[in-house]
């Protein structure tokens, strides 16, 4: 089939969602994200300098986890896209497989008394277990659920756009409330750790069930057509918008994750106390929302590509400055905190709306709907980035010479390093995330026109 369409009038798909369904998804991502913003964002200063693992198990930890990823997000997503109960295809993942991983992100914040050996082995198991599979088992759904409940792309962006909103606010109020629990309970003691933990796994747990209670799947597979993993795989390989969209995201959460991981250091070091990550944490989570808002009103006049661009120049920018003026002035430091938080949240807004797009465009080229096959890759994607960046920082850590001693003096070295990763390394992150965009042709009228193809071969099957 070819990539030509016939221009046709943009005639709206019929909404099919209520305002509580919508909410639903938005409540179960304050739980999906809280439990896995403390697995994934905490996780990493638990094992260097809690359990005190050796900064290059950590790291290969890392890259063996998102290489056995490779394989579980992938059949996670046949499974997910192969599932047929009566409450739908995802949602019966988010009521058995969310509770689960809320339960094993709380033991992983457990110090067992077995020595450094014995720490390794049992770190290791429950990272590869945890992350790998019990948060693979939920992610992959809950994220398909937006093209399930709805194919009115209006509406389905809005779902994206408040989903997204919820979950930089978890997020960010997470990074407010942990440097200052940790500060209040002592940073040093593993037990402060798990007396957060457990209270955000608990609160995961409520609202992964309430997500399911008031989340409903209308847009159902056509069951007569045989599952084929061949045409799944040609919709993500073959699936040119996708792998814009992907490339993209890389980099737009490689820039936030690697921020997100470097804000404990870049507090406790090169600014000097770990309580000032809870103002920056705040500047985040605000800064974050406005931007995912500005980008709901940008995009409807200038289009989703469009923004990217200028979304990459800013921050670049911003970064860049940031870099040279140095980290002694906290106030100016919070205000480019401003300024590349608003527009990273507008950026994993747009990436993640323009992905779902690319579930009909797969669809009208092979003829199968794989919405947790294309959600896969997403989920992949966000892992394998996340270990990048995690390793990046300890490769810095490690290189530069960081004595996660409470009360040591860091060295210059150690000081410049976390700051260019911080500024220098994020700004060329960013300019790369739109350097696809210049190749994405999946404009919003492109879109419409092959919404309306779809719906005229459905018709002729009924007929």
């Not at 988010?94 to 770190?123: D, Y």
């Not at 406790?268 to 709901?296: H, R």
């Not at 205000?335 to 938080?341: G, K």
Request: hydrophobic content about 50%; proline content about 4%.
């Amino acid at each position: 089939m070819t990539d030509e369409v016939k221009s046709t009038p943009k005639k709206e798909e019929p909404k099919m969602c209520t305002k509580k369904e919508q909410l639903g998804h938005a409540l179960g991502v304050l739980g999906h994200d809280s439990a896995y913003t403390m697995w994934g964002t905490w996780m990493l200063p638990f094992m260097t300098d809690i359990l005190m693992l050796p900064y290059m198990f950590t790291t290969i930890l890392n890259v063996a986890a998102r290489v056995f990823d490779a394989f579980t997000d992938v059949t996670m997503g046949v499974i997910a896209d192969r599932t047929r109960s009566k409450w739908g295809r995802f949602r019966p993942w988010v009521l058995r497989a969310g509770p689960i991983f809320c339960l094993l992100m709380i033991i992983s914040f457990i110090k067992f008394p077995v020595g450094t050996v014995g720490l390794c082995v049992i770190a290791g198991i429950l990272y590869v277990i945890t992350g790998s599979i019990a948060f693979t088992a939920v992610d992959i759904p809950f994220w398909s659920l937006p093209a399930a409940m709805t194919s009115n792309t209006e509406e389905r962006s809005s779902i994206i756009g408040t989903t997204t909103t919820a979950s930089n606010l978890v997020t960010g109020l997470l990074g407010v409330v942990m440097p200052l629990a940790l500060s209040a309970l002592g940073e040093d003691k593993w037990t402060s750790y798990l007396c957060i933990a457990i209270p955000v796994g608990i609160f995961a747990m409520i609202m992964y069930l309430l997500s399911f209670k008031m989340v409903r799947e209308h847009v159902v597979p056509d069951d007569s057509e045989t599952f084929s993993l061949r045409l799944a795989l040609k919709n993500i390989f073959t699936n040119q918008p996708l792998l814009c969209v992907q490339i993209a995201n890389v980099f737009c959460l490689g820039g936030m994750v690697l921020r997100g991981y470097l804000l404990y250091y870049y507090s406790s070091y090169n600014l000097g106390n770990l309580a000032l990550m809870a103002p920056l944490s705040a500047i985040s989570t605000v800064g974050i929302v406005v931007g995912a808002i500005l980008f709901t009103l940008l995009a409807k006049y200038i289009g989703k590509r469009n923004c990217m661009f200028g979304i990459a120049v800013i921050y670049a920018a911003t970064n860049i400055f940031l870099y040279f003026a140095g980290w002694e002035n906290y106030l100016l430091v919070c205000a480019c905190a401003v300024i590349t938080t608003v527009t990273s949240g507008a950026a994993i807004v747009c990436v993640n709306a323009m992905m779902a797009d690319t579930i009909e465009y797969a669809e009208w080229k092979t003829g199968q709907r794989n919405e947790a096959m294309i959600t896969s890759t997403r989920c992949f994607v966000t892992k394998c980035v996340a270990a990048i960046a995690a390793a990046a920082v300890i490769t810095v850590i490690g290189m530069t010479g960081v004595d996660p001693t409470p009360g040591a003096v860091q060295t210059a070295s150690a000081l410049n390093g976390i700051h260019t990763l911080y500024t220098l390394v994020n700004a060329c992150v960013m300019i790369c995330a739109v350097i696809p965009m210049f190749f994405y042709k999946l404009t919003e009228k492109r879109h419409a026109e092959i919404m309306e193809e779809l719906a005229a071969r459905k018709a002729q099957k009924k007929d």
